[in-house]
C-alpha cells in the first residue's frame, strides 16, 4: 500500500515512463479490497507472533539473501529456479520478501564468491529492537577480513 501512495501519483502523471513492475505493483495495490488488506494484517500478525517464539529460542536467523547466484544485469528479474516458474519480480527474492513482513531487523552480508568472482549474500535477522546485534555482527565479519576475500571465502560451484 506504501507503494502505492508513494508511486500512484507518478503512475497517473507519468505511465507510459514506468517499468512494466512498477505498474504491475501499483495496479495489485489498487485491485485490494479492504478485506483483502484485513486479510493480510491478520496473517502478519501470525507470523510475526511465529518469529517472536523462534526469537525466543535463537539470537538471530541466517538464511540465503536471495534464492539465486547473481544474473546478468540485463535481465530484469529471474523467471524461473530449478525449473519453478516466477510469478511475478517478486518471487525469486522471496526470502528479502517474506523476512520483511516479520518487522525484524535485517542485514545482508557478503558470505562467499562465485567461481566468477561475484559475491553471495548471507541474511542475518534478528528479533525486533536488535538492530545493534546486527551491526555488531556485521562489523565483525568485516573486521575479519569476510568481505574482502581475505578470510578465505568459499568459492561456489558454478
Given at each position: ?27 495489485l495495490?489498487?485491485?485490494l479490497?479492504?478485506a ?24 538471530v ?89 581475505t ?8
Amino acid at each position: 500500500m506504501s507503494f502505492e501512495r508513494n508511486f500512484g501519483p507518478l503512475y497517473d502523471r507519468r505511465y507510459d515512463d514506468l517499468k512494466d513492475t512498477i505498474r504491475w505493483n501499483i495496479e495489485l495495490a489498487r485491485s485490494l479490497t479492504a478485506a483483502d488488506v484485513g486479510r493480510a494484517l491478520r496473517e502478519r500478525g501470525v507470523v510475526q507472533q511465529r518469529v517472536r517464539s523462534f526469537f525466543e529460542r535463537y539470537d538471530v536467523l541466517a538464511l540465503p539473501t536471495v534464492q539465486v547466484l547473481p544474473f546478468p544485469v540485463e535481465l530484469d528479474w529471474v523467471h524461473e529456479i530449478e525449473g519453478v516458474a516466477m510469478s511475478n519480480y517478486l518471487e525469486w527474492m522471496r526470502s528479502c520478501t517474506d523476512i520483511t513482513i516479520t518487522g525484524c531487523p535485517a542485514i545482508s552480508i557478503p558470505f562467499a564468491f562465485t567461481a566468477g568472482g561475484l559475491p553471495v549474500g548471507v541474511q542475518v535477522v534478528a528479533p525486533p529492537g536488535a538492530d545493534l546485534l546486527l551491526l555488531q555482527i556485521a562489523h565483525a565479519f568485516d573486521h575479519d577480513g569476510w568481505v574482502d576475500g581475505t578470510a578465505g571465502l568459499a568459492t561456489l560451484p558454478a
